[in-house]
């Protein structure tokens, strides 16, 4: 087993999101985002004997931080794909799931991956570096409709189509194969006043089409919903209002869409109960860990 990297990854809402799964000693538990291993590792120490956590990462980098416990199981892959996994080690439900989600300090503070303006990088952006299109394949392939509606969804960016215009304008003369590249772009079409926080959205835009990170939350949440045995629970942090939204939705009324379905009183038929209020960090998590700042921590609990 590698050393851990402690400076992989600061998680967020540490003691609030594992207390929220109010754990249970012989429980099962999945972590779906294993990153640098802080939550699994907080998840294990309340585990007895008999308990047992699975977790997931689709980044080879986060191998480096596997726990050598035999209560542990590491799960190479992307979460979507948790119904798949928990069917082949055996198991058929679980006592709770937690999910810190977005990206990882590890990844923007990597000047290699292109995750991040602050550094000049090829434009990668994939969580899995193994399969699937960069953001450079993207920008160089995708019609000027198609980007336009990625920066419009992902990214919510009301200029959505004079940036794609840009891009194809832009391509034509020279290949956008780097963060400078792609910066220099986009970054004339920004405003002013606001011109880091829309990079940041242009950025995140891409990266969630990169990583199909919309698509993959849904089939998570999907699984887990049907994984979670009753009284188990979800404790997800999200970053941003797309992913917050998805979330939402599937705790308050059992889909990503939000579609409330009534029973024959005219109840809210949901296969979970709220636990407590939305949770934000505090001042003191927020200065000393700036990712945590836009952090959301919604509990839930399977009825």
């Known amino acids: 087993m590698c050393k851990p990297d402690h400076t992989y990854h600061v998680p967020v809402l540490l003691k609030e999101s594992v207390d929220g799964l109010d754990i249970q000693p012989d429980g099962i538990y999945v972590d779906v985002t294993f990153g640098g291993g802080g939550h699994s590792r907080e998840i294990l120490s309340r585990l007895g004997k008999k308990g047992h956590l699975y977790s997931f990462d689709q980044d080879a980098d986060a191998e480096k931080n596997i726990v050598n416990d035999d209560r542990f199981t590491f799960v190479r892959s ?93 391509r034509k003369v020279k290949a956008i194969k780097t963060t400078e590249d792609f910066s220099h772009t986009t970054e004339q079409l920004l405003r002013t006043e606001r011109e880091k926080k829309d990079l940041a959205r242009v950025y995140q835009a891409l990266r969630i089409e990169v990583n199909h990170e919309m698509d993959a939350l849904r089939d998570m949440l999907k699984g887990a919903t049907a994984l979670l045995r009753e009284g188990g629970r979800m404790s997800i942090i999200t970053y941003h209002s797309l992913e917050d939204r998805i979330v939402k939705n599937v705790m308050k009324a059992g889909n990503a869409e939000g579609k409330v379905e009534q029973d024959f009183y005219g109840r809210t038929a949901s296969p979970f109960r709220l636990i407590g209020k939305v949770t934000t960090p505090g001042s003191e998590e927020q200065q000393h860990n700036p990712r945590s700042r836009s952090a959301k921590l919604r509990i839930a609990e399977k009825v």
């Open 78 to 170: 992307n979460f979507r794909y948790i119904t798949h996994w928990m069917r082949y080690y055996g198991v058929e439900q679980i006592d709770g799931l937690l999910g810190d989600l977005g990206v990882s300090s590890h990844h923007f503070d990597d000047e290699t991956r292109g995750f991040s303006f602050r550094f000049d990088a090829p434009l990668d952006m994939r969580m899995n570096k193994r399969a699937g299109q960069t953001a450079a394949d993207i920008l160089a392939n995708y019609t000027e409709e198609q980007l336009a509606d990625v920066f419009y969804l992902y990214g919510e960016l009301k200029n959505a189509r004079r940036i794609a215009k840009a891009i194809v304008e832009a």
